[in-house]
C-alpha cells in the first residue's frame, strides 16, 4: 500500500471485515468510545442482536480510521449527516476533523465492515446465505441486464446478492448514478477514476463490496485479488 492516492497526500485505504463477536471482543475497541449522539440512537434498536451490529460497525469504522491517521481509536470522532434534509446525527458518516477522508461501515446479522481512505469509499457487507428480492425491486434498483444474467444462471441467488452488495458499496460511495452503466467493465469505461470490488469472505460467511477512487483502493487490493478481511 504504497503508491501515493490521487489527493495530494500518501494515505493509504483500510478496510476491514469481521464478526460482530470479533470487534466486540477487541482490546482496542470499547462501546464507551461512541458518542452521545451514537448511544442515544441504540436505544430505539429494540433487538439486543441488531443493536451489537450497529455498535460493532461503529466501532470498526473508529479502529479503520485509527490505522489511517494514526490517532488512537477512542480519538476518532465521526459523525453524520444527511445530505437530503441537511440535518446531523444520520445520513452519510464522516470525520469533522479529517475532511479529506471518506469514510463508510455496514453491518448484518453478525457482521461489521469499514473502509476509510482519501476520497469517497462505500462498503457493504451481507451474509452469505442472504437472498435479495423481490426481483421487481431489484429490477428498479440495479441494471436490468445483470439482473436478466443472474436469473439465468441454476441458482441466481448468489448472483442477485453479489450484484446487490456492489449496488450498496456504490451508493456509500456517492457514485449512484453510474448503476444503469452496469458495475463491470462498461461502468469503468465511464468512470475510470472508480474502482468497485466485491469478495466473499468464507471464515466468516459474508459477502463484501467495496468502492472508492481506483488510485486509493488499488494499493489495498493488491497483490491479491481482494483485500485483507478482519484482523
Request: aromatic residues 4%; charged residues 25%; contains cysteine.
Amino acid at each position: 500500500m504504497t503508491r501515493p492516492p490521487p489527493y495530494g497526500r500518501s494515505v493509504p485505504a483500510v478496510a476491514l471485515v469481521a464478526t460482530t463477536a470479533e470487534v466486540l471482543a477487541c482490546p482496542e475497541l470499547d462501546e464507551g468510545m461512541l458518542a452521545p449522539w451514537e448511544r442515544r440512537r441504540l436505544t430505539d434498536i429494540r433487538v439486543p442482536a441488531r443493536r451489537d451490529d450497529v455498535v460493532a460497525a461503529r466501532l470498526l469504522l473508529r479502529l479503520c480510521a485509527s490505522r489511517v491517521t494514526g490517532l488512537p481509536p477512542d480519538a476518532v470522532v465521526p459523525a453524520q449527516r444527511c445530505p437530503g434534509c441537511g440535518r446531523d446525527g444520520h445520513g452519510r458518516p464522516y470525520l469533522p476533523d479529517h475532511p479529506e477522508l471518506g469514510v463508510s461501515y455496514s453491518h448484518a446479522d453478525g457482521l461489521a465492515a469499514a473502509a476509510v481512505g482519501p476520497g469517497p469509499v462505500g462498503i457493504d457487507v451481507e451474509p452469505l446465505t442472504r437472498r435479495p428480492g423481490p426481483l421487481p425491486v431489484l429490477r428498479r434498483l440495479l441494471p436490468g441486464d445483470e439482473v436478466d444474467a443472474a436469473c439465468a444462471e441454476p441458482d441466481p441467488g448468489p448472483a442477485l446478492l453479489r450484484l446487490w452488495v456492489r449496488r450498496e458499496a456504490m451508493f456509500k460511495a456517492g457514485f449512484g448514478a453510474g448503476y444503469e452503466g452496469g458495475f463491470e467493465a462498461g461502468f469503468e469505461a465511464g468512470r475510470d477514476d472508480v474502482r468497485l470490488t466485491e469478495w466473499t469472505d468464507h471464515g466468516r460467511a459474508a459477502v463484501v463490496a467495496l468502492a472508492g477512487a481506483d488510485g486509493v483502493l488499488a494499493p489495498l487490493l493488491s497483490p491479491g485479488p481482494a483485500p485483507p478481511s478482519g484482523r
